[in-house]
């Protein structure tokens, strides 16, 4: 009997080595990557999480506009972790291939990042930062060692800050202990900024600093200051970081953009002009005196509308450059916009704007042209927001719409072309010709956002119409057909 026992838990040890051997050997088998990062999926995500003690997965849908850049980003981070031997391996998993496994991981937001540790499925560290792969390596880097330089004497500052156009620097009496230890935190969340803390007396003196104090600096010179209690928590810092990281006005560029868009802050005062006309120098004082006043509650931006690659932004706010200057709050929830209905642009006006819209009394931007005269007694039929939808979905009418912006040559160059098919078609009862400037006229439609589009909404089904984004006169020449 005994022995019988004996031989029994023997081939059961056995069977089980054996089986672990086979599974093993399954296991072992290497997960697909795609340059330096993992392809991960429901069958070998465990194997991952067990292989890698350290593993950070970008959870993404690849057709949403937001991932495209964070899966370049990533993908860069990687080859970059690769280089410098980090101990940490990437991974990325399409989250709407894995559905149910998504919803098994919690994951509610696309694109993030999870940083798993030792093999944990319940308990990652979620990454803040995915703007950028220097972002994504400083935050690694700063979650291992001291997140900020620690800086001794005013020299060591000021190579510190030469270089840098904003640092964040934390004055503790104690570097190590209390409030730093959340400056230090701080610091580890926000990879997108050069931090450093000191201690040192004469840094206090400098910045005539007494007690426990994050300071922004900027060029070397302090900005702002944010003076911390006993009560203070990260959140706190990290807010007063974000709300006055940005100049007082910030110019929208290549650079700004994600900045800007990116903000904490909601209301965005808008102000297009071109920075060369004459009254640009008073105006710019105006705004930047009202932008004083409501730092943290609204952004102040500039577009210049002299700059030639602001035309696509410009095109967003369907702001034409014979318009400018002009103001408009965005708000950024809703995307809905107001315009400051005055020509002038002094302090009073634009600080009467802003309070206005704050009281809820400024008029949203309606996104129309009046209608024009003689509007329909042309061959080509000129819509506007306002009577766009009349005309387009007649259900008795083949409407061809030209959806063109004024500024692009592209579209021009369709105008002789229109022209002669309303022409061809003007005895024709059911076909309407008609063109739209969609800079200036908001339709409830969804555009692809290289103008000129061509649609063609048929009779009766009003609702499926046909989509021809023409660059050539091929294809009109096909509508024609
Ligand atoms: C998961 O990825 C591995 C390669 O790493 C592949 O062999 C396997 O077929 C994939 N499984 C699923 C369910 O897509
Ligand atoms: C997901 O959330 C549920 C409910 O909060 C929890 O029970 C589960 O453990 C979580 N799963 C993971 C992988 O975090
Ligand atoms: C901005 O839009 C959000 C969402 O609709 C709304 O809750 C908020 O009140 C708006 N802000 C202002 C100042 O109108």
């Not at 086979?22 to 999926?41: A, F, Q, R, T, Y």
């Not at 510190?160 to 409030?179: I, Q, R, S, Y």
């Not at 409501?294 to 102040?300: C, W």
Request: net charge negative; hydrophobic share 40%.
């Amino acid at each position: 009997m005994k022995t019988m026992q004996v031989y029994t838990v023997c081939s059961a040890l056995f069977f089980s080595v054996f089986l672990s051997g086979v599974l093993g050997k399954k296991v072992k088998e290497p997960i697909s990557k795609d340059e330096e990062v993992l392809v991960l999926n429901e069958s070998n995500l465990n194997q991952a999480l067990q292989q890698h003690s350290q593993l950070l997965v970008h959870f993404y849908a690849p057709l949403s506009g937001e991932s495209l850049g964070s899966i370049l980003e990533f993908a860069k981070a990687a080859s970059e972790l690769n280089e410098i031997k980090s101990s940490v391996k990437l991974g990325k998993f399409d989250v709407s291939k894995e559905k149910d496994l998504a919803k098994s991981l919690n994951v509610t937001t696309v694109p993030s990042l999870r940083l798993y540790l030792n093999g944990d499925k319940y308990k990652p560290v979620h990454c803040p930062v995915l703007k950028s792969s220097a972002a994504i390596v400083t935050w690694l880097k700063r979650r291992e060692g001291p997140s900020a330089d620690l800086v001794s004497d005013l020299n060591q500052l000021e190579s510190f800050t030469a270089e840098e156009e904003l640092v964040v620097l934390g004055l503790f009496k104690d570097v190590e202990t209390g409030l730093a230890k959340v400056f230090f935190d701080v610091a580890a969340d926000i990879a997108d900024l050069p931090f450093c803390v000191t201690g040192s007396k004469h840094i206090f003196s400098k910045y005539n600093i007494f007690d426990d104090s994050v300071v922004l600096l900027r060029k070397s010179k302090m900005a702002e200051i944010f003076e911390m209690t006993s009560n203070t928590v990260k959140e706190d810092v990290i807010h007063f970081i974000r709300v006055h990281e940005m100049p007082l006005v910030t110019e929208y560029t290549g650079e700004t953009s994600a900045k800007i868009l990116n903000s904490v802050v909601q209301n965005h005062l808008v102000l297009f002009i071109d920075k060369a006309e004459k009254g640009f120098k008073q105006i710019y004082r105006a705004f930047k005196s009202t932008a004083k006043e409501y730092r943290g509650k609204v952004l102040f931006v500039l577009i210049n509308v002299g700059e030639p690659r602001n035309g696509r932004i410009l095109e967003y706010f369907r702001v034409r450059i014979e318009e400018s200057p002009l103001v408009r709050m965005v708000n950024l929830s809703d995307s809905v916009q107001y315009q400051l209905p005055s020509d002038r642009l002094d302090i009073q006006t634009i600080t009467d704007f802003c309070q206005s819209y704050f009281e809820g009394n400024a008029k949203p931007k309606l996104q129309s042209e009046p209608i024009p005269d003689g509007w329909d007694e042309q061959p080509v039929k000129e819509l506007v927001g306002m009577n766009f939808e009349r005309v387009a979905f007649n259900a008795n009418k083949n409407v061809l719409v030209l959806f063109y912006a004024p500024w692009s040559s592209e579209s021009r160059a369709l105008f002789p072309l229109f022209e002669e098919l309303a022409k061809h078609y003007s005895d024709t009862e059911d076909v309407v010709v008609a063109r739209i400037d969609v800079t200036a006229n908001d339709v409830n439609i969804r555009m692809v956002d290289k103008y000129p589009i061509i649609k063609l909404f048929p009779a009766v089904y009003a609702e499926r119409k046909k989509v021809y984004c023409v660059t050539s006169h091929e294809m009109t020449s096909r509508v024609l057909i």
